[in-house]
């Protein structure tokens, strides 16, 4: 069965502080990872990964793929109150499937 | 804002109930999917659908059933409500097919919550 994992679940930092949030996966027919940022409502797309080593970059949000040990890591530097949001891992398998999703990362900045 | 649209934004219903619930996708994106979710098992796969066919199934219960009409705009239908049908829908749409050459990239909409008394 197709498994994506994130690590931690929960997070409080002060703002200023710098994150690194942490996504597994086994998944079968790879295709390409993504990242998403939910505060209250809606997902929105944050990063698109495909490639080993390649690191993907938004002002103070940084993410890089690690094909061979099945991982991603999503980067946040200087954090600010307004990064508070559950940030979420997806898989693309491919196929028709949509994506598959992690159960995200709850993070809380505290001023 | 995504573009997608859903509707209702809020729905309180009692046990065995029947709801729909509604969603317009980006204009010009054919593909719809519908996920769940709740606080314990995130967001989860639901079904996809294609210019009005279904494509791909996930995690969805007998109970439940969707569908995309021609003007491309999807309805989820839930029937014989459970308490733990309470969560968060999502409706989402890409502009084609999953293909070699597509990211994979999803646009939500802002979900409709469900909440089953």
């Known amino acids: 069965e197709d498994k994506v994992v994130q690590s931690p679940l929960s997070l409080v930092v002060h703002e200023g502080d710098t994150v690194t949030l942490n996504c597994s996966y086994e998944?079968?027919?790879?295709?390409?990872l993504l990242w998403y940022k939910q505060e209250k409502k809606a997902p929105t797309f944050l990063f698109m990964l495909?490639?080993?080593?390649i690191e993907k970059k938004s002002g103070r949000l940084s993410s890089i793929l690690d094909k061979k040990e099945l991982f991603s890591i999503l980067n946040i530097t200087a954090t600010q109150t307004g990064d508070s949001a559950v940030y979420l891992c997806?898989?693309?398998?491919?196929?028709?499937?949509?994506?598959?999703f992690g159960k995200g990362t709850h993070l809380i900045i505290q001023p | 804002d995504s573009g997608v649209t859903q509707t209702p934004k809020h729905l309180i219903t009692a046990t065995g109930q029947r709801v729909t619930l509604r969603c317009s996708p980006r204009?010009?994106?054919?593909?719809v999917y519908w996920y769940q979710q709740s606080l314990d098992q995130g967001l989860q796969f639901l079904i996809q659908?294609?210019?009005?066919?279904?494509?791909a199934k996930g995690n969805i219960l007998e109970r439940f059933s969707a569908q995309q009409f021609p003007d491309l705009h999807s309805e989820l239908n839930l029937s014989s409500l459970e308490l733990g049908d309470s969560a968060l829908y999502f409706c989402?749409?890409?502009?084609?097919?999953?293909?070699?050459?597509?990211?994979?990239?999803?646009?939500f909409g802002e979900g409709s919550r469900l909440t089953v008394l």
């Open positions: 989402a749409s890409s502009p084609r097919f999953w293909s070699g050459s597509t990211t994979g990239e999803l646009f």
């Open positions: 998944v079968t027919n790879f295709r390409s």
């Open positions: 495909t490639s080993s080593g």
């Open positions: 997806a898989v693309f398998l491919g196929g028709a499937d949509g994506l598959t």
């Open positions: 204009s010009g994106d054919l593909s």
């Open positions: 659908y294609y210019n009005g066919e279904e494509r």
